[in-house]
């Protein structure tokens, strides 16, 4: 079963990911914060990471940053509202990102992709 780390601080979206991740047959990982993502990232070795760019604290960009510091192969999407981060993101270290919406289906596809590369 393919394990995946969504990081994201809102309680809501972390729990939609969880219920429809889990039905489509991952294993699902849930971090509030960069600092537990980086700790759930050491104790359950992910396939793929799902990082919001916006939390407080440490940020999305930060903790993509020391992920890649312990992992540079580890596919990573960054998820942001729309609008925000557009000119940045092909420059961040990322395989790949997604507008954030309460429709999973674009980001399901991206992970079936990066996971079958
Ligand atoms: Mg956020």
Redesign the pocket.
Known sequence: MKKLLFA???ESIRLLYKEEFEEQGYEVILAANGHEALEMFALHTPDLLVI????PGMDGIELLQRVRERSRHVPVILCTAYGEYKQNLETWASDEYVVKSANLDGLMKKIERLLTK
């Open positions: 994201d601080d809102e919001d760019i916006k939390m």
